[in-house]
């Protein structure tokens, strides 16, 4: 949306369009003096101090030595909106309402503006800054640097804004707040249902490696993983110089592809050129696993496994394929390295510098793995795979429906601000006859 | 025959057979409702009782009892029809009566059944024991909706017990459902104290008043405070519609959850169109379209000065912005909001339910906020229960009743679970939000004990039923 734009939205005929200006008791920048993050002096406001449209008081500055007038002049009035008119493109036109909770001054690198509430409620405002912002309005009349775009006061001056009734505007905000609770509420549970599906995943494999989902009720042993590799191998070398993301040469797959949920992701993979013979000592069968043998502490010891081939694929030497004799499932074997119990077993085991963290052959294999007979295995990987998928599925909706509820706030700003959110009310003062009266009462003033 | 888990299950096996043929339990409960009532009204009439009939000869007990066939279904159309148009009790128990079991055959098997046990003479004690276990039973067929109207009995012992009545007080449920909330009160107040004749015909006759709006419920009210010997006030009429002028010592109520925010009417064209329900009253802080907020003013309308309060609410009352701050706020300043209690989930038949129970006493206007400090007890963090398998039990609740202390709940101790917050601290609070937790949640930390798949699985049915009930709110406003 651009200046244009709102030039030609259509309002209910109670309403005007008005430049931002004409709605206004003042708009300035803040106090500009030394600052400092030790608490003394008097509290003041920073371009971080505004976070999800609250104040954060956590994140202030202070000034020292102010005169009793600097502080009467710059303390921030209940009603008072900051406006953050210097900031990246996507943080440009965020704002915060200061509701007197705390006493703070005004500081620089925000916009103060404060409503004449005579006309506008800065609730209502505040909202409309919020459409704007999320429809590219603020980006288009900003001029941009390298990092950082800012507006220049005279050009949000002169941006329109639409102007009902007094009344409709707090009927409006009134409904605007109750559904954003709404979406709130909606949004954190969303949030809260990731967290619970991870810890979902994580009861899954724990009651399955109980023995919980055996119903054969085979015997488990108890081996080390050494005991049943077949074959393992660390993978090629490769400096980032030689991948290459043009599909030249062969598929590369690196630690990043795998998962911290056992899987291997076949996206984003790079190619590096190599010969017959390192091609065959390398290439990935369906079934492998891969085992991350460096990186972050947190990240080290993640394990995937291969389950379909796109096309020829080798692996980088920060992995370790492993490969199992007949009587072991491989995913089985995954699984289980994912669960809490054997995370816990391989934290006891990993070697950390400042910057990176190995796993070694000789600490891992010795670690135990319990295993039932071949047939318990597969059943159990399909009891773990029928319940794992269910969750995959739930993330997946969560993830879309969570963009969507940014869509539907938006929606919801622009239905409210073509009038088309609350009813109007013919008892209520139009908005011009208003402009009107404030004029002469202005006029009478001077 | 005395034992009254007998008697439902003999009566409920019965209902099964019925179901066959497309009779709902809803149904069935109701059919059982006029039956019984004749029934009883009929055991009056003769020794030891010897008292004038009630119901005309014409559409009395014994006349059904002697016809078979298309004759019995017809007596018993008429009689619904005109029992109907009677005053009193009995026209509210029969009002809108329809006679939903068609086979003239079954109709007899139940009237049958009925005859074989003398009801009159069982203690009131067991007689609305059994009713009370239909009407459970009813509840729990959460497929004809029939849940939204039943509040936990343990939940409804742990609020009388706290709200404390006392003989001579009033006390109103004006969402009063199958009237458990007045039952549980009758109970308390007739064990606790050693009533005098004055104070026995006031609690029978002076002291329970209630409303619902659904027909059906205040026929299953009326009949259930009736066979518990109460003499109830209860009206089928939208409670919300205006301020009925009476004012009560104390009410205790769960008003319906959510769902229902809009009603759906048919215009001239019989189309059907929705419409929001919002209701335009003087002695509202705010006009909304939220159900629960305008239930919360309106008790706060009809309680008395110094009258307390409970109700069971759901956390968006706690949380919503617009409408539900200045709700919150007016009750924080106006009355003296002492104490929320955090429901656990899994303990109301409608699912994903996060509900509250708000305690407040109304006092006389003043110049400061009469809320001092809001004391909230979580039972609800890291605390699971289940319909089926693990049921909320009073015991759940008396760390709960102790914690209150209504004996003297000036004088409160801070607990893990029981925590005050000051009105200061409370006005800063975005929204002026009442949804405050403070304990971790085990379910999403990495603690040793990991929860099994189903304790987790329950929960996240529950967060996105909650989300998705957020949504449709949103919804249902957006497309009205």
Redesign the interface.
């Known amino acids: 949306m651009t200046n244009k734009d709102l030039e030609s939205l259509n309002f209910p005929n109670t309403w005007i369009k008005i430049t931002l200006n004409e709605l206004l008791e003042l708009i300035r920048n803040g106090l500009s003096r030394k600052q400092n993050k030790s608490n003394i002096g008097i509290p003041v406001s920073r371009i971080e101090t505004i976070s999800n449209e ?1 104040i954060n008081y956590e994140k202030v500055g202070f000034i020292e030595n102010l005169t009793e007038e600097e502080v009467k002049k710059y303390s921030l009035q209940y009603g008072d909106i900051l406006f953050s008119n210097i900031n990246s493109d996507s943080h440009l036109g965020k704002t915060a309402i200061f509701f007197n ?1 705390q006493p703070l001054l005004h500081g620089m690198n925000l916009l103060l503006i404060r409503v004449d509430k005579n006309i506008i409620s800065f609730s209502f405002l505040n909202s409309v800054f919020q459409l704007y912002r999320f429809s590219g309005v603020f980006i288009s009349i900003a001029q941009h640097a390298v990092n950082q775009s800012s507006i220049n006061q005279s050009k949000l001056n002169n941006l329109l804004f639409p102007l009902p009734p007094l009344n409709e505007q707090h009927r409006i ?11 709130d ?3 954190t ?2 949030k ?2 990731k ?3 991870k ?2 995943r ?3 494999l ?2 399955a490696f109980e023995g919980k989902f055996d119903s054969s009720k085979s015997k488990w042993n108890i081996y080390t993983l050494g005991e049943l590799i077949l074959e393992s191998q660390l993978g090629l070398v490769r400096s980032k110089r030689e991948q290459n993301n043009l599909h030249q040469g062969t598929a590369y797959i690196k630690m990043n592809n795998v998962g911290m949920d056992g899987s291997v992701s076949l996206n984003n993979l790079v190619y590096v050129e190599v010969s017959n013979e390192e091609k065959n000592k390398y290439l990935l069968k369906e079934s492998d696993i891969l085992f991350n043998t460096r990186n972050s502490l947190e990240l080290v010891g993640k394990t995937g496994i291969i389950t379909r081939l796109s096309e020829e694929i080798i692996y980088n030497n920060n992995l370790m394929r492993i490969r199992f004799g007949e009587n072991i499932n491989p995913q089985f074997i995954v699984y289980q390295m994912c669960s ?1 119990e054997f995370r816990a077993n391989m934290e006891l085991v990993k070697k950390s510098t400042t910057n990176v963290a190995a796993i070694y052959a000789k600490d891992l294999f010795p670690l135990k793995i319990k295993a039932p007979s071949i047939d318990a295995q597969k059943l159990i990987v399909e009891e773990i795979e029928s ?1 794992l998928s269910v969750a995959d599925k ?1 993330e997946e909706e969560i993830d879309k429906n969570l963009k969507r509820t940014e869509q ?1 706030r938006q929606s ?1 700003l622009k ?1 409210a601000f073509e009038g088309k959110l609350v009813p109007q009310d013919p008892n209520d003062e139009p908005a011009e006859k208003l402009l009107e009266r404030i004029r002469k009462e202005r006029e009478l003033k001077k | 025959m005395t034992d009254s888990a007998t008697i439902v299950s003999k009566l409920w096996n019965y209902c099964n057979v019925l179901r066959d043929d497309g009779v709902s339990y809803g149904d069935y409960v109701e059919q059982l409702t006029y039956l019984l009532f004749l029934k009883m009204a009929d055991e009056q009439t003769k020794p030891p009782f010897n008292r004038e009939a009630i119901v005309p000869d014409k559409y009395n007990w014994q006349k059904l009892t002697t016809l078979d066939g298309d004759a019995l279904e017809v007596q018993y159309r008429h009689t619904l029809e005109n029992l109907a148009k009677e005053e009193g009790t009995l026209g509210i128990i029969f009002r809108k009566s329809q006679n939903k079991i068609q086979d003239p055959a079954k109709l007899k098997r139940l009237i049958t059944l009925i005859e074989s046990e003398t009801w009159i003479g069982l203690d009131i004690d067991i007689k609305g024991e059994i009713y009370e276990g239909l009407l459970q039973k009813n509840a729990e067929d959460t497929k004809s909706g029939a849940g939204q109207y039943f509040t936990p009995r343990a939940l409804i012992k742990a609020i009388v017990e706290v709200i404390n009545p006392k003989p001579s007080e009033t006390i109103c449920d004006p969402a009063s459902g199958t009237g458990g909330f007045l039952l549980v009160a009758h109970d308390y107040i007739s064990h606790k104290y050693d009533l005098d004749i004055d104070q026995k015909k006031f609690l029978k006759s002076n002291t329970f008043f209630g409303n619902d709006i659904v027909d059906g419920v205040v026929r299953l009210c009326v009949m259930n405070l009736y066979l518990h010997g109460i003499e109830a006030n209860i009206s089928a009429e939208d409670s919300l519609v205006s301020d009925p002028g009476k004012r009560y010592n104390i009410v205790i109520t769960n008003p319906p959850f959510g769902k229902k925010s809009s009603i759906t009417v048919f215009n001239g064209e019989g189309k059907a169109e929705k419409e929001s329900l919002v209701y335009e009253r003087p002695d509202f802080w705010t006009t909304t379209s939220n159900k629960q907020l305008n239930f919360l003013q309106h008790i706060k309308t009809i309680l008395d000065i110094n009258g307390r309060a409970a109700v069971v609410l759901p956390d968006n009352v706690l949380f919503e912005g617009g409408a539900g701050e200045k709700v919150r706020k007016e009750l924080l300043k106006q009355f003296d909001l002492h104490t929320i209690l955090r429901l656990p989930t899994g303990i109301f038949y409608a699912q994903g339910v996060k509900a509250n129970v708000l305690f407040f006493d109304k006092k006389p206007a003043s110049e400061t906020n009469w809320t001092k400090n809001v004391w909230i007890y979580d039972l609800r963090t890291n605390i699971h229960f289940t319909l089926k398998t693990n049921t909320l039990k009073y015991s759940d609740l008396e760390d709960f009743i102790k914690s209150f202390n209504s004996a003297n709940r000036f004088e409160r101790k801070e607990s893990e679970r029981f925590k005050p917050f000051t009105y200061e601290d409370i006005i800063k609070r975005d929204k002026t939000s009442l949804d405050i937790f403070w304990l971790k949640d085990e379910s999403l930390e990495d603690t040793d004990n990991l929860p099994d798949p189903d304790i987790l699985a329950d929960e996240i049915a529950d967060s996105l039923e909650l989300a998705l009930e957020q949504i449709r709110e949103i919804q249902n406003f957006l497309t009205t």
Not at chain 1, 173 to 183: A, D, G, N, S
């Open positions: 609250l909770h905000v009134e409904k605007i707040e109750e559904l954003f609770t709404k979406l509420a909606s949004v549970e969303l809260n249902v967290k619970q599906l810890r979902y994580q009861s899954v724990k009651s809490l319940r739930i539907l919801i239905k």
